[in-house]
Each structure stands twice: as structure tokens, then as C-alpha cells.
């Protein structure tokens, strides 16, 4: 069978995860990314040690790399990460030399959208579209049942398409990209800039905070959310909004027959989908006359990338 090892690299967390032939995630390890604004070998250090946690001692046959960021044509290096410190450097002939073994690199949403178009919730889909929400956004082409990487490698960077002239800041160096009005950085920033207000007082994420919003992390407000407290509700509503508005964008500009929605934000279903297929059906132009493509949530959710990553590994690329 072989070790196969797929590793997400996002902007807050590494995962690492031995995956079967059939998709099945047998054991993982989880690092803290350790930013954008440190030495790369910092980041390199973290994923070593989880890829080794995750072999435990046994000889590792191949490693896929899904990269939060612009990974080039060749699949060599991450040129541009708006939230890793990789900046054009030789990141998979580096880390094949340092582990031992062969390595792929892929972005991580092309990882994503690997997996779901092979046993996911894109099987047997020809135009389809992938967006990963987590800490920002990433994005991923597929027509005719091929992944489309572009001229650069570089398809799919939805989430620095610019939404709002002049607006928020972006860790890209631009301002007003989607991903600041929809991802999981504009999901917490939305709940701490209201949690103080009176009328929410009483809500839930102050005691899962501690009191103190700068801890707040998506997962807590999720779990909010789910227990029904009207901030969290209220966040995932206007997060969602933000989600529809942009896939109605993607949807007039490519027409693909299903939008899969994965990365770390999407574990929390509808509460993010329902507010996000409203959008779509508002913003849509001439959505009454066509046939909208549906918003499903990625069957591996956010694992995806890790078992894209290790599929790529087995095949080659």
C-alpha cells in the first residue's frame, strides 16, 4: 500500500495526515503555523515535525504539499503567500531533500478540489466550481473534469478579487478583496467588534472567550452559533451574504453546474451555506431565468486538502 502523506499548510495551522488509496484519513498531527512575518525555516520546521509524527518511524513513500498561497506552473515553489513568509523559494525540491522522499505542491484549494472531483462531492461533475474558507479564501477551476491551473498555475485566487473599491485592508497588500468581508478572519473579526455592546451581553461567546475577545476563534463561534446565540447567528448571517455575493460573481462569470464551499469555516453547514444560497439567489444576474448551481458543502470538508495532497502524492501529480 505505501505511506502516502497529505499536509495542509493554511495561515494558522498545519495538517498532516496519512490517507489511504480510498480517501480514508488514518492518522493525523496538527502544528500551529507560525506566521507570515517569520524566517520560512520556521514553518519548514513545523511541517517536518508533523509529517514525522504522522509516519511514526516508517518509511514514507511520498508527500503532497497543499499550499495556502501562488504555487508556480512546475509546482516547485509558492511564489506569493498572503499569510506564509514563502516568498518565490524553492519550497518542494528543499523539503524532498530535507524528508527523504518525493514531494508534490499544489495550492491548497487545487488539493481540495483534487479530492472531491475523484470521491467527493464533485464526483462526475464536469464545470464545477471550489471555494476553501479559512483563515482567507482560496479557489479552484474545474471544466470538462479537468482541474484548470492558468498560465502562472495561479487560477483560482478568488479571494483576492476585489469586492469593495477602497476598503478593508488585505494581508496581499490590496484593499477590499473578498476574503476580508468573508473567511474565517472576517467571521471573528465581525463578532469582536461587537461583543462588548450592550445587547450582547449575554452571549455565549463571552464565556467561551473567558472575557477576553482577543482569544475568540472561529470554532468558538461556531459552536455559538449552533447553540443558537444571536451574535454568532448574526456573524455566519452577514459572513454568508458576503459568500453569496461573491460565488453570484463566479457563477455569472464561468456558469459552472456546482459550487462546493470546504476549508475550515465550511464545518459549520448551513449556518455559513443557508445565508450564502440566499445571497447567490439575490445577487444572481437573471437567476430566475436560469438554473442556479447548487451550494454544497466539500464531502471531506476540511480535510479535503490534506486528501488531495496525498492523492496527488500516490498518482505523481
Request: aromatic share 4%; net charge negative; proline share 4%.
Amino acid at each position: 500500500m505505501g505511506l502516502y502523506i497529505g499536509v495542509d499548510i493554511g495561515g494558522t495551522k498545519v495538517l498532516a495526515a496519512e490517507v489511504t488509496a480510498k480517501g480514508e484519513v488514518a492518522r493525523t498531527a496538527r502544528r500551529t503555523t507560525p506566521g507570515r512575518r517569520v524566517e520560512v525555516a520556521l514553518v519548514e520546521d513545523a511541517l517536518t515535525e508533523a509529517v514525522l509524527e504522522v509516519a511514526d518511524g516508517r518509511r514514507i513513500d511520498g508527500v503532497g504539499l497543499a499550499a495556502a498561497g501562488f504555487v508556480d506552473g512546475d509546482g516547485e515553489r509558492v511564489m506569493f503567500a498572503p499569510h506564509l513568509p514563502w516568498r518565490g523559494d524553492p519550497t518542494r525540491s528543499r523539503l524532498e531533500a530535507r524528508w527523504g522522499t518525493r514531494v508534490v505542491l499544489d495550492n491548497d484549494a487545487n488539493c481540495a478540489a483534487r479530492a472531491e472531483l475523484a470521491l467527493g462531492s464533485a464526483a462526475g461533475v464536469r464545470d464545477a466550481l471550489l471555494v476553501t474558507m479559512g483563515t482567507g479564501i482560496g479557489g479552484a477551476v474545474v471544466l470538462g473534469g479537468t482541474l484548470l491551473r492558468g498560465r502562472n498555475g495561479m487560477a483560482g485566487e478568488f479571494g483576492h478579487m476585489q469586492v469593495v473599491p477602497d476598503g478593508l485592508p488585505c494581508e496581499c497588500g490590496g484593499t477590499g478583496c473578498w476574503e476580508q468581508y468573508s473567511s474565517g478572519n472576517a467571521l471573528v473579526r465581525y463578532v469582536r467588534a461587537r461583543i462588548d455592546r450592550p445587547e450582547h451581553e449575554d452571549s455565549l461567546l463571552d464565556d467561551l472567550c473567558g472575557g477576553d475577545p482577543a482569544t475568540l476563534n472561529g470554532p468558538m463561534v461556531t459552536k455559538a452559533a449552533e447553540a443558537g446565540d444571536r451574535l454568532a447567528l448574526k456573524a455566519f448571517a452577514k459572513i454568508g451574504e458576503w459568500l453569496g455575493i461573491g460565488l453570484a460573481n463566479l457563477v455569472a462569470a464561468i456558469d459552472p453546474e456546482l459550487l462546493v464551499i470546504g476549508g475550515g469555516v465550511s464545518a459549520a453547514g448551513d449556518l455559513l451555506l443557508g445565508p450564502a444560497r440566499a445571497a447567490l439567489e439575490g445577487s444572481l444576474v437573471g437567476a430566475a431565468h436560469r438554473t442556479v448551481p447548487p451550494v454544497v458543502r466539500a464531502a471531506f470538508g476540511p480535510e479535503a486538502g490534506v486528501v488531495g495532497a496525498a492523492a496527488m502524492a500516490r498518482s505523481g501529480y
